[in-house]
């Protein structure tokens, strides 16, 4: 099974419950069904988003602990700014 496959299926089946408890075919007490289920949704972005941001400063945090690619991008760095100073634009 791909990657793809695996997160389809999580996917579909995560709404199928959603969906499940949303309709009222799974009971919940009345204070559970009101107030938690139809928010859910936007929990799960919230909390998704939270992860993706922290996710992304952590790679920015650790980056210089993965030299050979600090390295290879100083290299393209100073290759681009070559190539501008080559066309005449000022980089510095």
């Known amino acids: ?8 299926s999580i996917a579909l089946l995560l709404s199928s419950l959603y969906l499940a408890a949303y309709l009222r075919l799974i009971p919940f007490p009345e ?3 009101e107030e938690i289920i139809p928010v859910l949704p936007f929990w ?12 992304l400063g952590w790679g920015i945090v ?6 050979e690619a600090y390295k290879e991008l100083v290299v393209e760095i100073e290759t ?3 190539e501008l100073r080559g066309k005449g634009v ?3």
């Open 1 to 8: 099974m791909t990657r793809a496959t695996e997160t389809i």
């Open 31 to 33: 204070k559970i069904q």
């Open 44 to 55: 799960a972005l919230v909390s998704f988003g939270a992860y993706l941001l922290f996710s």
């Open 62 to 67: 650790t980056f210089r602990d993965t030299e």
């Open 80 to 82: 681009a700014k070559r």
């Open 90 to 92: 000022d980089v510095d």
